[in-house]
């Protein structure tokens, strides 16, 4: 799996220097699949703030007040929490069933969803009081990643297929392949939805991939590898990979950050294409 995520990092690097090599001219190859001007982003980083070192990130999003809400993973350990962005503190924890090992979370109304790895169980809990909790089994082949747009949910399992549930009945209202030029992306993990684009983490890469809900198809790259190279450098040999993207739709902020990372970042895209 590693050696797999290693090659498809390598493809995408190959793939955006030779896309914009031909910029000019598209090669023959590409016009096979449908016209989409995919975009690549490289990043400025706006500020930095605390991120427990502990919390193996599943699940990542802006609520409101500087405050986020956060799943973590591995069992025995993971939880749901309401977190403070300023100081990184855990304002309110819930800590599941050691059993569990908790995967991405969204907020639609007043409600967190939450699913689970290598189940098909799910949680949905009160924002407001983590123990009025209800639970949900999904037909999703795996929990992985999950998002909304306010209206119905997003959901990824590890494989290539972005998933629209129905919030109501879980059930799937439809399915997309994500593929980037005609090749399958696999691993999409962590999700955000941010204007009208589906934003996910693919898994073992420092790379985000900008997906268009309605068809599936790659707009754009975001490469994060110096967020990555950084924390290595300075002493944090013990980071997993990035994961966890959290949009502040009224303030317009992004943040990221990975599982047992020291630090959340708020990033400005920048397009380097
Ligand atoms: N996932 O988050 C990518 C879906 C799963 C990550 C699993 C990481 C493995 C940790 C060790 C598990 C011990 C059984
Ligand atoms: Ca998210």
Not at 24 to 47: E, N
Not at 112 to 136: A, E, M, P
Request: aromatic share 12%.
């Amino acid at each position: 799996v590693i050696a797999g995520a290693a090659a498809l990092a390598a493809f995408l690097l190959l793939a955006a220097a030779y896309a914009t090599r031909r910029a000019g001219s598209p090669p023959t190859a590409l016009l096979a699949h449908p016209a989409v001007a995919t975009r690549f982003f490289s990043f400025d980083l706006v500020r930095e703030y605390p991120h427990d070192p502990d919390a193996f990130t599943q699940g990542l999003l802006y609520a409101e007040n500087d405050t986020l809400f956060e799943s973590t993973g591995l069992y025995h350990r993971s939880s749901v929490r309401k977190v403070d962005l300023q100081t990184g503190k855990v304002l309110v924890n819930h800590q599941m069933d050691g059993q569990m090992f908790g995967e991405g979370l969204t907020l639609l109304g007043h409600r967190l969803f939450q699913v689970t790895w290598l189940k098909n169980d799910g949680f949905i809990y009160d924002q407001h009081n983590f123990s009025k909790r209800t639970s949900f089994t999904h037909k999703m082949r795996d929990g992985w990643g999950l998002a909304t747009d306010g209206k119905v949910l997003f959901g990824s399992d590890g494989t290539s297929m972005l998933y629209k549930l129905d919030p109501k009945s879980l059930e799937v209202m439809k399915v997309v392949t994500v593929k980037y030029h005609g090749d399958e992306v696999p691993y999409l993990n962590e999700l955000e939805y941010v204007d009208g684009e589906v934003w996910a983490n693919v898994w073992q890469t420092d790379c985000i991939a900008r997906v268009s809900p309605e068809d599936g198809l790659v707009v754009g790259w975001i490469f994060l590898h110096e967020l990555r190279r950084q924390l290595w450098n300075s002493g944090n040999t013990n980071i997993d990979v990035l994961n966890g993207i959290a949009w502040d739709e009224r303030n317009h902020r992004l943040f990221v950050t990975g599982k047992l990372w020291p630090k959340l970042y708020e990033i400005k895209l920048r397009a380097v294409d």
